[in-house]
């Protein structure tokens, strides 16, 4: 480079010299910001009267429309710098925000959706890359409302037709756990006793997470609580004895985290699963645990989980085989015998047992309770032919003296 020149757009020194129509300019190579236009001669007359027309004013180009595209495309980069996203990053978002942004349905939104739009392109990016950025993060970082947020988003899979991976949750877990204070030497506020390292933690963590997701835990859920709450509980269960007293929002003070409000709750269902799993070891059965002791099993319970759920499944498939089996062999009429009878009953005991152990999601089990509607009305056809009365519309109008009264409670109208 000759003589230090900076980009007055991006401040970028990469000046590059080019020439255009035997024009030469100086082109910012950053961002593609033109420093010094050639000049064009544009009609005979102009160039009899030896007037120089600026290339810009030749195309007929809007100019201003352009600029804004320069700089949704430069803040498209700077996000992905800020959240140090891989090179080939940036080129797919700004690639997706060009497209985007030429749409007809972007021409005239508002500058603060065109500034969600930048986020919206980033964040599709790191989706396809199975890059473990959620969708509060990006919002905090672009002041978005997520609601605003979220229709941007869909809005803009619709119109580039875009396909989107599902979050890929164990990339969320290694991203997630980084954050927590409690998994790094670094911190000194914290008792020894409570510091653990962080490749065991992400470990279980995992591997409870898998747990969860294997029992219908986080299906239609928010990740990150039941991230959370894995990552409280694998800490918790790496050494009981000391952290058992260690509440999960304390937990969560000390690990300089967010407490996610729905993360009380998917500790409880997990803690449901580990003692549901815990119950069919039949050395831990004896012990009979509870939410408290089970976390001390945690460990043994996840080595042996595959087998636990197997079991579990199979106990129900056969309880509810016997069941139906029962009731056919009550249908038939059989002169039931003393013997089946008590064999029967034991039968009912293990088929408890064992529809307590299966495994459905959280809202098939304990489902709100709603009034139903009446079913007799529904049974009512309506074709829409049917006389309306006059005094059923009278219903509907004030008589004089509501009005009066209304007039009494507003007399300004
Ligand atoms: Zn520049």
């Known amino acids: 480079m000759t003589d230090h020149k900076r980009c007055p757009d991006c401040g970028s020194t990469d000046i590059v010299d080019d020439a255009h129509y035997s024009q030469n300019q100086l082109v910012c190579a950053d961002c593609g910001f ?25 195309t007929g180009r809007n100019a201003s429309l352009s600029k804004n595209k320069l700089h949704g495309l430069k803040r498209v980069r ?37 500034e969600i739009l930048i986020g919206c392109c980033v964040y599709v990016t790191c989706r396809q890359h199975n890059w473990p950025l959620t969708m509060g993060t990006i919002c905090s970082l672009i002041y978005a409302d997520k609601t605003n947020f979220a229709s941007i988003y869909l809005h803009l899979l ?9 979050l890929s949750l164990k990339d969320l877990v290694k991203t997630h756990c980084k954050n927590f204070r409690l998994f790094q030497a670094s911190s000194t506020s914290v008792p020894d006793h409570f510091l653990e390292g962080m ?3 992400v470990e279980r963590t995992l591997q409870i997470v898998e747990l969860a997701g294997e029992t219908w835990l986080v299906t239609g859920r928010h990740p990150v609580p039941i991230i959370t ?15 058992l007293t260690c509440t999960l929002p304390r937990f969560c003070k000390l690990a300089d985290v967010d407490l996610p409000p729905p993360a009380q709750q998917r500790l409880k269902e997990i803690h449901s699963i580990l003692l549901k799993l815990a119950s069919q070891l039949s050395w831990l059965n004896v012990l009979s645990i509870n939410k408290k002791t089970v976390v001390q099993h945690v460990g043994d319970i996840l080595q042996h989980r595959s087998f636990l759920l197997k079991k579990s499944l199979q106990d129900y498939a056969a309880a509810t085989q016997d069941k139906s089996q029962t009731m056919a062999a009550k249908d038939l009429g059989n002169s039931a015998m003393a013997g089946d009878i008590a064999e029967a009953d034991g039968q009912c005991k293990n088929q408890k047992a064992a529809t307590k ?57």
């Open 78 to 114: 700077d996000l992905c710098k800020v959240l140090r996203l891989p090179l080939t990053f940036e080129d797919t978002a700004v690639s997706y925000y060009e497209r985007a942004f030429d749409s007809p349905s972007y021409h005239s939104v508002t500058i603060q959706k065109k």
């Open 229 to 243: 709450a894995a990552a409280y509980l694998a800490w918790q269960s790496l050494r009981p004895m000391e952290r």
């Open 158 to 166: 619709q119109t580039l037709k875009l396909d989107v991976p599902v």
């Open 199 to 201: 490749e065991r933690v």
């Open 357 to 413: 152990r299966c495994f459905l999601p959280p809202c098939l089990t304990n489902p709100k309770k709603r009034p139903r509607t009446a079913v007799a009305t529904a049974e009512q056809v309506f074709t829409g032919e049917e006389d309306i009365s006059d005094s059923e519309i009278e219903l509907y109008l004030r008589t004089p003296r509501e009005m009066e009264e209304f007039q009494r409670a507003h007399p300004w109208d």
């Open 34 to 58: 033109i420093l010094t236009e050639g000049l064009l001669t544009y009609t005979h007359t102009e160039e009899g009267f030896l007037q120089e027309v600026r290339f810009t004013d030749s």
